[in-house]
């Protein structure tokens, strides 16, 4: 069991018990898009920021985008951090078939995986990556922004270093300086581009 000060934010109940064999922490869930007009979860989340601090640990897929960046712009004071877990094609062992993008969520992924994510974040005591920042004008220097095939490059980009394909183009800088650093992009970009 890994031990946790932060709040772990899930969308649903089927993540919390899958998170709740691997970690000693209070894991809230959403209930998926109920959170935009759920008032008291939102204030309890804004709460576990301000006091605990909270890891954001949303699906790969679009929807667990949007609730990850409603939550992340909801919450103006405290400590939130971003764990992502990679997009893995599949589906969950209780479900007839995939997901309508064939994403394995939370719940689907592997306790090594999620791990991985966690330390990645930096939350696990385990040894965080560099912190030398990528910067939007480095993406731009190595083409990832301002080139007609910048957007696929992006995507790419993302495969390689392990990262959900959806992350924003703005937010991308900060998520490769905080989950792989920079000397893992450097060298993502020279044996991948």
Known sequence: MITLRQAVIVEG???????????????????????????ERLELIRMMARTRGIILMTDSDSAGFIIRNYLADAVREGEVIHAYIPEIEGKERR??????????????????????????????????????????????????????????????LCSVLGLPSRISSNMLPEVISSVCGEKAYRQAVIDNF
């Open 13 to 39: 109940k089927y993540d919390k018990i899958k998170l709740s064999g691997i970690l000693d922490a209070l894991i809230i869930v959403t209930d998926g898009f109920r959170i935009f007009k759920d008032k």
């Open 95 to 156: 479900k007839d078939r995939p997901s309508s993008e064939g994403l394995l969520g939370v719940e689907g992924i592997d306790e090594a995986r999620i791990i991985s994510a966690l330390t990645a974040a930096g939350v696990t005591g385990g040894e965080r990556v560099d912190k030398n920042p990528v910067t939007k004008l480095m993406l731009y220097e190595d083409g990832f922004y301002g080139a007609s095939d910048s957007k696929a490059r992006r995507a790419r």
